[in-house]
């Protein structure tokens, strides 16, 4: 139940970027209330799921879901660049950021 | 450094005082300082992802953020010094840098092919 907490986290935190590129594109206040609440659903289910799972792997796993859903929404929902080079710098913040949490 | 970079520079700054305030709040004045700077960082990233990528902006923000908090936490509030998470970190921030390049370049590309 914890780890399916975890992962509905990380997709409403890939609904929050979305959201956030609703409000770059000016969707209105549609965009700002689906931002709120997708970070704020997030976060509840996040604090949740860390009440049983163990803090730095909880923090990691959300981190990673977030940070992989993110860019791969950006590279096909909103034709953001595929270079192969953007996607190594990514994966390097995204190791590294993974392995802080997991070993804080 | 242009201005949008900077922004996402500083919304992971503002996250740190954000995620460590949500660990070490015990007042309610802190606690409004907590929500406070969680507004700014949001308002910070929705202004750069104006202009970056939204998925480049996002992995920048929350990498920029853990490795900041890490750094807190390690110099602020006692966590024992490792040469494991120094490295992560660097490795992390080699990473935006790299990101920073590029996606100057990116632009400059585009903006050379609309042009010719």
């Known amino acids: ?44 289910l996040l604090s949740y799921a860390m009440n049983t799972l163990a803090m730095g792997t909880a923090y990691a796993v959300w981190t990673g879901i977030g940070t992989v859903g993110s860019t791969l929404t950006g590279m096909f929902l909103f034709g953001e660049p595929k270079e192969w080079r953007r996607l190594l710098f990514i994966s390097m913040i995204l190791g590294s950021a993974v392995g802080l949490k997991l070993i804080s | 450094m242009n201005r949008h970079w900077l922004l996402v ?63 807190t936490e390690m110099i602020v509030f006692g966590e024992p010094f490792s040469w494991l998470k120094t490295l992560l970190i660097l490795v992390l921030l080699a990473g935006v840098i790299g990101l920073k390049l590029i996606t100057g370049q990116e632009a400059a590309d585009t903006k050379k092919g609309a042009d010719a």
Not at chain 1, 30 to 40: N, Q, V, W
Not at chain 2, 17 to 39: D, Q, R, Y
């Open chain 1, 1 to 44: 139940m914890a780890w399916a907490a975890v992962v509905l986290a990380g997709i409403c935190e890939v609904i929050g970027v979305i959201a956030i590129k609703g409000v770059t594109q000016k969707k209105g206040w549609t965009a700002y209330a689906m931002l709120f609440a997708s970070f704020a659903g997030s976060f509840a």
């Open chain 2, 9 to 71: 520079v500083l919304s992971g700054a503002v996250e740190v005082l954000w995620v460590t305030g949500l660990k070490h709040s015990t007042h309610i004045w802190e606690w409004l300082l907590t929500a406070l700077a969680i507004a700014i960082s949001f308002y910070l990233i929705i202004n750069a992802s104006k202009h970056l990528p939204v998925g480049t902006v996002y992995a920048v923000f929350t990498g920029l953020g853990t490795a900041g908090t890490v750094l």
